[in-house]
């Protein structure tokens, strides 16, 4: 079974530009959420979908942040305009339909620098 | 925010030791209780405790949960170099998402 997909690994890009993740969870799992490591941290929950639609994006910064699923496969996040801070490795993660999806795969992440 | 605490966040060892690492929970509605290993970049799944399960055990790795206290230790047994990772804790949120603590790095020496 293929596991999380994630793309690129690595980006490096300066203050105020813009950059995309790409993510392709399980085949079959219907919720995916995007989390945000930094350093030294646990992963924090960015965006959670259940198959197109959004369950919960309270901790994502709208401003400059923005998720989408379209098909309720595969799904892109996109920041526009990176600060500083937001360097940080971004986790995909995927979970299969069920009562208790608390049992997440996650994919290799992407490690991004903000210069 | 339900806060979720691990201790210690770092801790060095020798191969052969046992170590325990701890998870404290701040939530009355309990759900699940999760423990993953992340050794580069992608957290591995290792348990889950619930209600109805609040002892696992695979391998050397073992795992209870104190509903009443609030916490859950993770064991490793004769500890190998293999086993140097961080150490994520994690609940169950409402919506099937993780909160997640600051995890413990363990780094097992030869």
Redesign the interface.
């Known amino acids: 079974e293929a596991g999380?997909a994630q793309s690129p690994r690595y980006k490096i890009i300066e203050k105020r530009q813009s950059v995309a993740f790409w993510c392709n969870p399980i085949s079959g799992h219907a919720?995916l959420?995007w989390y945000q490591q930094i350093l030294?941290?646990?992963?924090?929950?960015l965006i959670?979908f259940q198959n197109n639609g959004v369950?919960?994006d309270s901790q994502l910064p709208k401003d400059r942040f923005s998720a989408e699923r379209l098909k309720g496969v595969d799904s892109t996040l996109k920041i526009q305009p990176a600060k500083l801070e937001d360097s940080a490795?971004y986790?995909c993660a995927s979970?299969p339909p069920g009562l208790?999806?608390?049992?997440?795969?996650?994919?290799?992440?992407t490690?991004l620098t903000v210069t | 925010e339900d806060k979720v605490v691990q201790s210690p966040l770092s801790l060095v060892v020798h191969e052969g030791d046992t170590v325990t690492l701890n998870c404290s929970y701040e939530v009355t509605n309990f759900r699940s209780l999760l423990w993953y290993k992340q050794e580069k970049k992608a957290p591995t799944f290792l348990f889950m405790l619930t209600s109805s399960g609040i002892e696992k055990k695979s391998g050397r790795l073992s795992s209870i949960l104190d509903k009443k206290e609030l916490f859950s230790i993770l064991n490793i047994t004769a500890t190998q170099t293999g086993d140097s990772a961080v150490y994520l804790c994690a609940r169950g949120g409402s919506q099937g998402n993780l909160i997640f603590g600051k995890g413990t790095k363990l780094s097992v020496k030869p």
């Open positions: 999380v919720t959420y030294g941290q646990g992963p924090k929950l959670q369950v919960d490795v986790l979970s208790e999806p608390y049992e997440q795969y996650f994919g290799p992440g490690r």
